[in-house]
């Protein structure tokens, strides 16, 4: 199978990919869809089925508004690492209580 979509996780960057979207098409000019629009937070679609010519010059302007947005958003790049930290010690803690409920239940 093959599809000229292109999912790309934006998770570790942002999840308003909304606002993600908008500012690569303001400084690059480059138009991509966020996954907002389909219910998947946190990824951005890309239709890459034209020449290749305009598929490098999109992936090299995809590129440079996501350097541009890291750089302009660096509090929240520098947030989410620790957000994951903190997310995935509640899953694991969250994980364990049930574990231990189950256990209890034989």
């Not at 440079?64 to 890291?70: C, M, R």
């Not at 903190?86 to 899953?91: G, L, T, V």
Request: with cysteine; aromatic share 12%; proline share 2%.
């Amino acid at each position: 199978h093959a599809t000229y979509l292109l999912w790309v996780d934006v998770r570790n960057i942002t999840f308003n990919t909304t606002q993600l979207c908008e500012f690569i098409e303001d400084k690059t000019g480059l138009k991509i869809t966020s996954g907002e629009n389909y219910h998947q937070n946190g990824f951005v679609r890309i239709n890459i089925a034209c020449p290749r010519q305009l598929l490098i010059d999109g992936i090299n302007r995809f590129v440079q508004g996501i350097e541009l947005f890291k750089n302009t958003h660096k509090e929240l790049a520098e947030l989410l690492p620790k957000l994951d930290d903190i997310a995935d010690a509640y899953y694991m803690s969250c994980y364990a209580k049930k574990l231990c409920i189950e256990y209890n239940d034989i």
